[in-house]
């Protein structure tokens, strides 16, 4: 029955699927495209500094976002939820995976790490650093300078506001 519906389409001028005019996937665009190399993604800024946590001259920038103090607790809670696993509650690199494995970080306590700017936790957070992987793409620009932020000021400077130190979060 089967063979006999194909030889009738053949016969009757219908032809095969793969003969029939259509749009073809991946043909090359009528028009030309160019996109400018300073393009970013919607929402990301145009400033280098603020995008890469670089300074113009070399170095690690300053925090280009001026934070209040109700703000820190947002940085905590983002703190707590993306930093806390390896690097501790109080950023001591004794985090709960530690145990399960995971290579312990360097304490942001370390002299070395505790006179970086706000860039150089930026920086880490956005690239990654050493086996830490990139939280680029999970976390929003504003929120990682804000987690940079209150690494430095609560975490190192010890300037948290009580509420802030007192709050719990999950």
Known sequence: MRSLLLLALL???CGWMWDQPKVKAFRESPLP??????RVALGESLDQAVRLGLGPEGGFAENPYAFTEADLLRGKVLYQSF???CHGVRGEGDGRAIPLGV???????????R????GYFYFAATNGFGRMLPYKSRIPERERWLIAHYI???LLQEACPKEVV?????
């Open 11 to 13: 016969l009757s001028g």
């Open 33 to 38: 495209l160019a996109f400018p190399e300073e």
């Open 83 to 85: 930093c806390a696993i």
């Open 103 to 113: 290579p312990r970080p360097r304490s942001y306590h370390d002299p070395a790490v």
């Open 115 to 118: 006179d970086q700017p706000e």
């Open 152 to 154: 430095k000021r609560c």
């Open 166 to 170: 007192d709050a719990t979060v999950y």
